[in-house]
């Protein structure tokens, strides 16, 4: 018999999903080992057991890709959508089937990996590993003598929006000689949901355009990638 693995690592070992989000469908009841309903935190035999999946037997082929995509504005970053709109999903190859790592909302842009290993998504995307992401942001404001020092303390000090306290880990603002706009560079390792959005919106500041520009030790600038493009990648590429 072979070691005995957690079924949420098995499937995130597949290329399935995140440990989380298995753990999630394992509560739905979406996860059967040998006909049975499975359970958080029960264990199981890759060699023995037979895993389904939403219906699919689950084999682990352990070809484990990374890409890295310049994601244009206008583009989803799910990877289906019941509208059809363009997802990110489309600029790579279909085969085999992968999963965007977090999210970039519609209209930002900018590096997004896309990976069918479950383990590398868990550990860039959950809040207790701290890794980066780091993103351009201009704001167009409407006090041509805002200080950008405030700004920075503001964000550093965090907003607490929906009972969530969203604050950034570095944060650099500068004002546009002659404009009324702000150029901002953030560094979050949280992914709250719109978050540079919600924290520009509740100090009344427009987003003219956000870019993330790094995820973990991978900078988009040294990708020489235009939006569309994308390039395989590896995971210490990232980590």
Request: hydrophobic residues 35%; charged residues 30%.
């Amino acid at each position: 018999m072979s070691e005995l693995i957690r079924i949420n690592k098995y499937l995130s070992d597949c290329g399935i999903c995140s440990r989380r989000k298995a753990d999630k469908d394992i509560l739905s009841g979406m996860v059967f080992v040998n006909k049975i309903k499975a359970k958080i935190g029960m264990k199981i035999d890759p060699n023995q057991d037979e895993i389904i999946y939403k219906g699919q037997i689950v084999k682990n082929k352990n070809n484990k890709v990374y890409y890295a995509l310049y994601k244009p504005r206008g583009i989803i970053s799910s990877s289906s959508d019941e509208l059809g709109r363009k997802s990110v999903i489309d600029f790579v190859p279909s085969s085999p089937k992968i999963y965007p790592v977090g999210r970039l909302d519609k209209y930002s842009e900018g590096l997004i990996i896309l990976t069918n290993d479950g383990e590398t998504t868990n550990v860039l995307t959950h809040p207790k590993n701290t890794h980066e992401k780091e993103y351009e942001v201009r704001v167009r404001t409407k006090n041509p003598n805002i200080d950008t020092r405030e700004i920075e303390k503001t964000f550093l000090g965090g907003l607490r929006i929906n009972n969530i306290l969203m604050k950034a880990d570095r944060v650099k603002a500068e004002k546009v000689i002659n404009s009324d706009n702000v150029e901002i560079n953030m560094v979050l390792h949280t992914g709250h949901n719109r978050q540079i959005r919600k924290m520009c919106d509740k100090i009344y500041l427009d987003i003219v355009k956000l870019k993330r520009i790094r995820v973990g030790k991978l900078l988009l600038s040294g990708l020489k990638l235009k939006p569309g493009e994308y390039k395989t990648i590896k995971k210490s590429d990232i980590l």
